[in-house]
């Protein structure tokens, strides 16, 4: 596609629920992030694919949350057992090499 | 560990030049980048520093000092469009790490 596409672009939930966001990439863009911005805060990084593996996962904020990416495109992350604090807006942005992202324009959460 | 900082807020005259510095240190260094997020959007790519120097790109213009860890965004000839965060990033390896933003807001 012309640009990296996030679904949904809304999603309400309540507590306790699981879920699922999905990104798809810019074709041929081997690296793919997920980033978490909270309201009026910056971007706070989350996991990193580099095609399907991901070397860093170290801002995954508990074991509730978890990525995948196959075929070097679709990505998904899952949040299970949702909380509050989990509201945010969950942006995936792609790139060629690393540096220079791409996002998309967000997966705005809210969990009730 | 990343810490990168830059003003939370400016204001500025439609018309005139605003100057937003960011300053890092940083366990690693491959080169700085400039989004720019209108608000409820996704950030946009505005600029990349990797050598010292100005790169300058019509109306905006980034600086950047390895040695001093810190860079600036220069927007001039402000238009109301410009109303908008502007963030920071530094890339380390294949990481970007974000400041906080600068929301700069323009008035008439």
């Known amino acids: 596609g012309a640009g990296v596409s996030q679904s949904p672009s809304n999603k309400v939930t309540e507590k306790g629920k699981d879920v699922e966001l999905r990104c798809d990439p810019i074709?041929?863009?081997?690296?793919l992030y997920w980033y978490r911005q909270r309201l009026g805060q910056g971007l706070e990084f989350l996991i990193y694919f580099q095609g399907n593996s991901a070397p860093d996962k170290s801002g995954l904020p508990s074991d509730r949350f978890s990525a995948e990416r196959t075929g070097e495109s679709v990505s998904t992350l899952t949040i299970q057992r949702t909380q509050q604090e989990d509201s945010a807006v969950y942006l995936c942005?792609?790139?060629?090499?690393?540096?220079?992202?791409?996002f998309g324009p967000g997966t705005r959460l809210t969990v009730t | 560990g990343q810490n990168i900082d830059q003003p939370t807020e400016m204001t500025a005259t439609e018309g005139a030049i605003v100057q937003i510095n960011c300053t890092y240190q940083t366990s690693g260094f491959n080169g700085l980048f400039w989004y720019q997020q209108h608000a409820g959007e996704a950030p946009t790519f505005l600029s990349y520093n990797v050598l010292d120097g100005l790169e300058e790109k019509g109306r905006f213009s980034s600086f950047l000092s390895r040695s001093k860890g810190y860079s600036y965004l220069l927007l001039k000839e402000l238009q109301m469009k410009d109303s908008a965060s502007y963030l920071c990033a530094v890339s380390n390896d294949y990481k970007l790490s974000f400041g906080a933003g600068t929301t700069v807001t323009v008035r008439a």
């Open positions: 074709s041929g863009h081997t690296a």
């Open positions: 942005a792609s790139s060629r090499t690393e540096g220079g992202l791409y």
